[in-house]
């Protein structure tokens, strides 16, 4: 294993089928990076995901994610990762400090350290009136800052988000940002989606994946650089348009 | 004509204790044949106003009419007249694309064939899968589906609440695309989004937040109202950079904007001196800035 990397990566292909969701994609994501791994709908983001979760197991090709083989230590590998979604990462019906302990409690960690924690965590979010309130009360940008803050309440390795700023008002979306800055200069480091493409700008390095592959791979700057363009937005497109297959 | 007439409209949800106001006397029109953009983020109150302007959800006070009907009295003949997206995908996913686009059409007591020049473009796309179930179909197939089965009526007023959400930058501009096909035909159309760039595509737009309108305007007189210069500062490290900018005098507010950070200056005369990397232009400010600016003004 490359100690310097966090995640590892070549040429990981997924095929269901005759489908070939994930095409020899590699790379390598440093320790501390902030990595964002954009691509349009059905250009197997989620699929490549979940390989390097350990939830689902490559066809071929190689990766190791916290220096943890996938095909081998995929339980280990759960057990050095965060993981935040748009779509669910918190239980709607526990209260805020029920979700902490909880998901405190599934990576192991001891009641003490939960106990300290939790306190820590719901003042430097501001939280700490509602610790007893129902996670389906709070306004949605509360909910998915609690719902980053849960994911690396384990002092994980890596941290998955994914589109974890959907929907979320512009200056929550900032504060969200500004609580990414903070993970990864503790170290964390930060794997994200997002189809907002200013938030590409954020990221250090950026891939983008057309049809299973990944196209481009570079520092927001050198990819505009490279495609002559004046924003993030415009490499996007200029990739995306060139998808072929139908997405699903 | 106005299409679409919101007067004072109040909606709460919960209990006497716990009350939570989604909408807050919530007014504006929109006239016949405008693509009318709602903008603001989840929890805003889109959804719930979208709910009573197409009957299916009464208000707590305030008036409301479509096509100069009442939503409460007439709900019956809106819901001949209208058509809506949910956000939600709300077709049957165990019906295949052509049956439920036949059943749509039948519940409207019409036929595909009847209005099919009014969808042809868009469910052209999907017809390859005709015989595809619903659930088996990807994010954008599904998307058009969902707007094919609402426009298979001919409605006059379309209501599309957040379409493009969870939506690539690719598969966004085509849906817009395709509303501008659609406002050339001369369907009045209200789009929400909590997308801001989306603003720009609109003829007009009202910024919601928190259940208050906040404005209703042109998105070319959003910007206008700004009112206040913005400078667009970048160096290599735009951390640092950014706690120092928030610290100078004559900056009200400073935070990132894609490659840039911007920020917000007190008045015309607030003179900055910046460390010799750092890139410095004034820039036109986006509806996201506005949008910020109205926010705390809000708050305040």
Same mark, same amino acid.
């Given at each position: ?20 969701? *994930? ?5 390598? #994501? ?60 918190? /239980? =709607?019906?526990?209260? *805020?400090? =029920? ?37 389906? @009360? ?11 803050? *849960?994911?690396?309440?384990? =002092? ?11 929907? #979320? ?15 990864? @200069? ?5 794997? #994200?989606?997002?189809? /907002?493409?200013?938030?590409? =700008? ?32 415009? *490499? ?13 | ?19 939570? !106001? ?129 426009? +298979? ?6 209501? $599309? ?31 929400? !989004? ?28 959003? +910007? ?47 003179? $900055? ?28």
């Amino acid at each position: 294993m490359q100690p310097d990397y966090a995640i590892t990566a070549k040429d990981l292909t997924k095929r269901f089928g005759d489908f070939t969701a *994930v095409d020899k994609i590699s790379f390598e #994501v440093s320790r501390g990076e902030i990595f964002g791994f954009l691509g349009a709908n059905g250009a197997g983001k989620t699929t490549a995901m979940r390989m390097l979760c350990g939830l689902s197991l490559p066809s071929a090709g190689t990766a190791t994610v916290a220096g943890f083989d996938v095909y081998r230590d995929n339980e280990r590998i759960k057990k050095r990762i965060g993981y935040m979604s748009q779509k669910f990462s918190l /239980y =709607e019906d526990l209260t *805020v400090k =029920e979700n902490i302990r909880f998901y405190g409690g599934i990576y192991g960690r001891s009641d003490l350290f939960i106990k300290e924690q939790t306190g820590y965590l719901l003042q430097h979010l501001r939280l700490e009136k509602e610790g007893n309130t129902l996670v389906r @009360a709070l306004p949605l940008g509360w909910k998915q800052k609690l719902a980053f803050s *849960v994911a690396i309440f384990h =002092e994980p390795d890596i941290v998955f988000l994914d589109e974890p700023t959907g929907g #979320v008002d512009p200056v929550t979306r900032r504060e969200f940002w500004n609580m990414i800055y903070e993970a990864s @200069a503790k170290g964390i480091t930060v794997f #994200v989606t997002t189809h /907002y493409l200013d938030e590409a =700008e954020y990221c250090n390095r950026v891939s983008i994946m057309v049809d299973g592959k990944i196209e481009a791979l570079d520092s927001p700057s050198a990819l505009k650089q490279q495609f002559s363009a004046a924003s993030m937005d415009g *490499v996007f497109l200029q990739l995306a348009r060139k998808a072929k297959r139908t997405e699903g | 004509m106005e299409k679409i007439q919101v007067n004072g409209i109040v909606k709460t949800y919960g209990s006497k204790q716990k009350k939570l !106001t989604a909408l807050d006397h919530v007014s504006f029109t929109v006239k016949e044949g405008e693509l009318f953009g709602l903008i603001g983020p989840d929890g805003a109150g889109k959804t719930s106003l979208f709910r009573i302007l197409t009957t299916l959800l009464l208000a707590d006070s305030g008036t409301a009419t479509v096509n100069g009907m009442d939503v409460v009295k007439e709900y019956k003949a809106i819901r001949k007249q209208v058509g809506y997206m949910p956000g939600r995908f709300s077709l049957y996913p165990d019906l295949t694309v052509k049956e439920n686009l036949a059943f749509f059409a039948t519940i409207f007591q019409t036929d595909v064939n009847e209005n099919y020049s009014l969808i042809k473009d868009i469910y052209e796309q999907i017809a390859p899968f005709e015989n595809r179930r619903a659930d088996k179909l990807s994010g954008g197939m599904k998307q058009k589906l969902a707007l094919s089965c609402a426009l +298979i009526h001919k409605p006059t007023v379309l209501f $599309l609440d957040e379409p493009t959400t969870g939506v690539d930058a690719v598969s966004r501009k085509e849906f817009w695309e395709m509303l501008k096909g659609l406002k050339q035909q001369g369907i009045t159309i209200l789009v929400s !989004t909590p997308y801001m760039d989306e603003a720009a595509l609109c003829d007009r737009v009202a910024l919601i937040q928190d259940g208050h309108i906040m404005q209703v305007n042109t998105p070319a007189d959003v +910007i206008n109202g700004f009112g206040k210069k913005i400078l667009a500062v970048k160096s290599s490290d735009m951390l640092s950079l950014l706690q120092l900018v928030k610290q100078m005098p004559g900056v009200l507010d400073a935070y990132p904007f894609g490659e840039y950070h911007h920020l917000v200056l007190a008045d015309e005369q607030v003179k $900055l001196d910046f460390p010799g990397e750092v890139t410095v232009k004034e820039t036109a400010p986006d509806i996201e800035d506005c949008f910020m600016l109205l926010m705390k003004n809000h708050a305040a």
